[in-house]
């Protein structure tokens, strides 16, 4: 792949409601653009960004993915994101690295909690969203009661860009508002669709899809330019309306449109704020954050990665770069470009570009700063309480090594959090759903050749607390010494074991405050 200048780079994340088609569509988007050769399904178990033994056993994405693409000399990295509430700090730590989102949503459920959630998220992050309804080779919802869902359920204005012809078994294709041309459906993922320029009061068109469709096309076309306001590319940037693409990715169908008008209106690379000031992308010299850290990545080679999105200036192979946090000069020799599983080295990135960096020795952490010099810092992905706790314990004495390693890299990676209890030492794991369990225990066996068993611990909350008196703070722990833990960054972290004792706490200590996440 060449190398790209920032205003020709475009950073997505691919999100939805699990089950909603994000990963076929990943799969789609990287055959039609040639990144791949041969489409795969899901459910075999070959599909480029679901690569984890974990994710091909269960048929869900655990992680979030990189996956590169080139499409009309503009690079476009996307990231497949799970749709399982259980791993949605991987969301969170994608939209760290992103400028837009990509929602998929589909015909036959419409808006589900997934689809909801990550909608709120995204507008929390200020990012723009389009929105792809999936599978419309299936009978599904009527297109314009799913758009008045989708701005019922989301809150937000919609603007249909293309327009399908049919549903189910009668699906015959989609007109691309955008382009104002018919692409001709075709039930096979491995052929490109037939695209058809045809004027809409072109005798044509019915020939091509016949007379009761094409009548219908054009009423339903007239209804959507009456009911929805023409399309302004800076509205959408402003992230106040929300481009609606319709299509299937297992048929790869409805995917060139997207891509087409997607590298014509996705922002390109926007200036990152720091705690000091704001970065702008034109600045000469180089900065950027770790957003992503994944172990393991290559089975022959049990280390980490750590994935650095370039904010300003120009990343070089074997420069020196200042580590902010730690204070060291590091140079990389063998800075890396992914795509999905497989690598290639790289010798320079610009703004907004993804560069994957060797952390052998657990140098990085999420949120950690590198600059030519400059005391920079980026923030990180702030952890949250956890809905469900287990002590973990090591289950083989004679793989304690393996065991901490596996742990500790594993907690680096943000799978789930890590608290230390003061009162008896005990490691305690935090997550937002049981399937991340399931997963920790089978990388620590499968990567790491060690193995753990959980065991039940009662607890409503887990709160950071601070407070401006020193002593105060000292007096609170001691008193609540059973309670207290410290996090992966030695944090003091409160244990609450009900909702009750949280808040006769809050009342009994009104100068310590309770956070209920860790960036305050």
């Known amino acids: 792949m060449k190398e790209y200048t920032g205003d020709k780079i475009r950073n997505v994340a691919i999100v939805g409601h699990g089950g909603a088609g994000t990963t076929s569509l990943t799969e789609a988007l990287l055959y039609r653009s040639g990144a791949i050769s041969r489409m795969c399904k899901v459910e075999d178990g070959q599909t480029t960004t679901d690569f984890e033994p974990e994710e091909i056993k269960r048929g869900v994405s655990v992680s979030a993915t990189l996956a590169p693409v080139e499409w009309n000399d503009v690079k476009i990295n996307f990231l497949d994101t799970p749709g399982f509430a259980d791993f949605v700090a991987e969301v969170k730590g994608a939209f760290r690295a992103v400028d837009s989102v990509l929602i998929v949503v589909s015909a036959t459920s419409g808006v589900q909690i997934g ?20 599978k419309m080779d299936r009978e599904g919802r009527d297109p314009f009661e799913l758009l008045d869902e989708l701005e019922e359920e989301l809150q937000i204005g919609v603007r249909p860009l293309s327009w399908p012809i049919g549903q189910g078994q009668r699906f015959k294709g989609v007109y691309n508002i955008f382009e104002q041309n018919l692409n001709l459906f075709t039930p096979n993922k491995q052929r490109v669709t037939e695209t058809v320029e045809v004027k809409l009061d072109d005798e044509e068109l019915a020939t091509r899809v016949g007379n009761d469709f094409a009548e219908q096309l054009r009423a339903d076309l007239e209804l959507v330019d009456g009911v929805y306001p023409e399309f302004d590319v800076d509205t959408y940037r402003a992230a106040e309306v929300a481009p609606v693409f319709f299509g299937s990715a297992l048929n790869n169908f409805g995917v060139q449109e997207l891509l087409n008008c997607f590298v014509r209106i996705a922002p390109s690379p926007k200036p990152t704020m720091a705690e000091e000031r704001m970065v702008e992308p034109a600045e000469k010299k180089f900065s950027g954050f770790i957003f992503k850290i994944t172990a393991n990545i290559d089975p022959n080679h049990r280390s980490c990665i750590a994935f650095c999105k370039v904010c300003s200036g120009r990343f070089e192979r074997n420069q020196p770069y200042l580590h902010v946090r730690n204070g060291k000069t590091l140079r990389f ?172 706490a809050q009342q009994d200590f009104e100068e310590i405050k309770f956070h209920f996440t860790s960036e305050f």
Not at 367 to 386: I, Q, Y
Not at 407 to 423: K, P, R
Request: hydrophobic letters at 35%.
């Open 333 to 504: 020799s063998s800075p890396t470009q992914f795509m999905a599983q497989r690598k290639s080295t790289v010798d320079e990135a610009y703004p907004g570009d993804i560069v994957g960096l060797p952390d052998t020795g657990g140098v990085f952490k999420i949120g950690d700063t590198l600059t030519e010099g400059e005391d920079l810092h980026f923030r990180g992905l702030p952890s949250f309480s956890p809905e469900l706790f287990k002590y973990i314990e090591n289950d083989d004495p004679m793989k304690a090594k393996q065991f901490q390693k596996g742990l500790e890299q594993l907690m680096n990676e943000g799978v789930a959090q890590l608290f230390v209890n003061q009162f008896n030492n005990r490691r305690i794991v935090g997550t937002v759903g049981q399937l991340q369990f399931e997963v920790i225990q089978y990388r620590l066996e499968h990567e790491y050749n060690a193995k753990c068993r959980w065991e039940p611990v009662h607890l409503h909350k887990a709160c950071w607390i601070e407070a401006e008196d020193s002593a105060t703070l000292e007096s609170f722990k001691k008193r609540k010494y059973q309670y207290m833990a410290k996090d992966i960054e030695g944090r003091d972290v409160f244990l609450a074991d009900s909702g009750y004792m949280l808040s006769m």
């Open 115 to 134: 689809t909801e959630q990550c909608w709120n998220l995204a507008e929390e992050a200020g990012l723009p969203r389009l929105i792809f309804v999936n």
